[in-house]
Nanobody, 117 residues
Framework: EVQLVESGGGLVQPGGSLRLSCAAS????????MSWVRQAPGKGLEWVSS????????YYADSVKGRFTISTDNAKNTVYLQMNSLKSEDTAVYYC??????????WGQGTQVTVSS
């Protein structure tokens, strides 16, 4: 059974940092790309970042480029999202998702990130 479990969300002041984690199980982690997707209050899903660890490639939305860093620890089957210089507009529920050639097939339950003073 595939499971994706996010953690690390919370309340942070503008300009602060958080690191999200997503622990994966039930599939060969090294074989798949992973993504972070977020949903702000009252808005739709927004892709944030993806990592193709097997070819060492990372991609970022323009809104987070230069502030967020995606990475993996394949020994721990975990994908991370380091978020720096957080802004109020980064407030959202953040989901990790397993990416296949035809789209996302599994999602985590999400972790809330709130950026507020």
């Amino acid at each position: 059974e595939v499971q994706l479990v996010e953690s690390g969300g919370g309340l942070v002041q503008p300009g602060g940092s958080l690191r999200l984690s997503c622990a994966a199980s039930g599939f060969t982690f090294d074989d798949y790309a992973m993504s972070w997707v977020r949903q702000a209050p009252g808005k739709g899903l927004e892709w944030v970042s993806s990592i193709y660890s097997y070819i060492s490639r990372t991609y970022y939305a323009d809104s987070v480029k230069g502030r967020f860093t995606i990475s993996t620890d394949n020994a721990k089957n975990t994908v991370y999202l380091q978020m720096n210089s957080l802004k109020s507009e980064d407030t959202a529920v953040y989901y990790c998702a397993k990416l296949t050639t035809v789209g996302y097939d599994y999602w985590g339950q999400g972790t809330q990130v709130t950026v507020s003073s």
